[in-house]
C-alpha cells in the first residue's frame, strides 16, 4: 500500500536508472555533452556579440537559440550529474528547486519552437522581399520578434505549471531522470482533468503553429526558387534555409517521440532516454551546423585561430 505524504516541500528524484557497471561510463558520456553544450552555446553567442559583422537580424535572432539551449541545459545537467553518483534513497530536491527545473525545462522545449518560428519569418523576408528586408527587419523588429519568441513561451509556461502549482501532493516521489510537469502533477491525488486539458492543447497549438508556419514559409520560399533565374539567390536561400530545416526537423523528430512515448507507459525507460537525448543532440547540433554553413562566422573562426604571418624582422 502506498505512503501518503501530504504537500512535502522534500521530493525524491527516480533519476536515471542504470547498472552499476555503466554508471560511470554513462556520467563520462552525459559531462562530456553537458561540456560540448555550453562551451559551444556560449561561445557563438559571445562571437556573436563581438564580431560587428554578425549584428545582422539573422544571427540576432539565432543567438536566442543558444541562450535558450543554455537555460535549459544549466540546471538539467549539473542535477542529473550529481544524481547518478547518489544512491536513489538520497536523490532529495526540493520543491521549489523541482519548480524552477520544471519551468526552464519547458522554456527551453518552448523557446526552441518559438526562435526557429521567428527565424523563419527572417528567411522568408530575406529571400521573397530583398529590396525590403532591411526597412523591414530594423534593429526594432529584431527586439520585437525576440520578445515575441520568449514572451509567448513565458505566458505558455507560467500557466502550464501555475495550474500544477495549485494542487496540494499526496506523493514525493518523481518518476522522471528530472522534473517536470507531467512527474510534478502527478504527486497530486487531486484530479488533474484541467492540467491534462492545457497540456494536450499547449502542445497542440504550440506544434499546429511551429509547424504550420514552417511550411507556409518554406513553400513560398520554394516558390520564389523556383521562379526566379538569380543562381545566386538560390544558392543563397538554399544554404540557409536547409540549416534552419535541419536543425528544426531534429528538434521536432525528437519532441514528437517524447510526446508518442508518453501515451505507453511500458516503454517509459526509451521515454526517460529519449527525453535526455533532445536536451543533448539539438543543443550540440545547434551551434555546429549554423557554424559550418555561416560564411561569416567561419571566416571570424579563421581569423581567431589562424596565427598571422610572421612579419619579417627590419
Not at 511550411?215 to 523556383?226: D, E, G, N, Q, S
Not at 543562381?231 to 540549416?243: E, G, I, P
Amino acid at each position: 500500500m502506498e505512503n501518503y505524504t501530504y504537500n512535502s516541500f522534500t521530493l525524491q528524484l527516480e533519476g536515471l536508472n542504470v547498472s552499476k557497471d555503466s554508471t560511470y561510463a554513462v556520467f563520462i558520456f552525459l559531462l562530456f555533452s553537458y561540456v560540448l553544450i555550453m562551451v559551444t552555446n556560449v561561445g557563438i553567442a559571445v562571437l556573436i556579440f563581438i564580431d560587428k559583422n554578425l549584428h545582422q537580424p539573422m544571427y540576432l535572432l539565432f543567438c536566442n537559440l543558444p541562450l535558450s539551449d543554455i537555460l535549459g541545459n544549466s540546471i538539467f545537467f549539473p542535477r542529473l550529474l550529481i544524481d547518478m553518483l547518489r544512491p536513489p534513497s538520497e536523490r532529495l530536491i526540493s520543491y521549489y528547486e523541482c519548480v524552477v527545473q520544471a519551468f526552464t525545462t519547458h522554456m527551453f522545449g518552448t523557446t526552441s519552437h518559438t526562435v526557429l518560428m521567428v527565424m523563419a519569418f527572417d528567411r522568408y523576408v530575406a529571400i521573397c522581399n530583398p529590396l525590403r528586408y532591411a526597412a523591414i527587419m530594423t534593429n526594432k523588429m529584431v527586439i520585437k520578434l525576440t520578445v515575441s519568441a520568449w514572451g509567448v513561451a513565458f505566458v505558455l509556461v507560467g500557466i502550464l505549471l501555475g495550474l500544477t502549482i495549485r494542487l496540494n501532493r499526496c506523493r514525493t516521489v518523481i518518476r522522471s531522470p528530472y522534473c517536470n510537469n507531467a512527474a510534478l502533477f502527478k504527486l497530486s491525488c487531486e484530479s488533474a482533468l484541467i492540467n491534462d486539458v492545457y497540456g494536450i492543447t499547449f502542445t497542440v497549438v504550440l506544434f499546429t503553429a511551429s509547424i504550420g508556419s514552417m511550411v507556409l514559409t518554406y513553400t513560398k520560399i520554394t516558390a520564389v526558387c523556383l521562379t526566379s533565374k538569380n543562381k545566386s539567390l538560390n544558392s543563397k536561400a538554399l544554404k540557409t534555409c536547409s540549416t534552419h530545416l535541419v536543425v528544426y526537423l531534429i528538434m521536432v523528430f525528437n519532441g514528437i517521440t517524447i510526446i508518442t512515448l508518453y501515451r505507453f507507459p511500458q516503454y517509459s525507460d526509451y521515454r526517460k532516454l529519449c527525453s535526455i537525448l533532445f536536451h543533448i543532440i539539438p543543443c550540440s547540433l545547434n551551434p555546429i551546423v549554423y557554424g559550418v554553413q555561416s560564411k561569416e562566422i567561419r571566416k571570424f573562426l579563421s581569423k581567431l585561430f589562424v596565427s598571422p604571418k610572421v612579419l619579417p624582422l627590419l
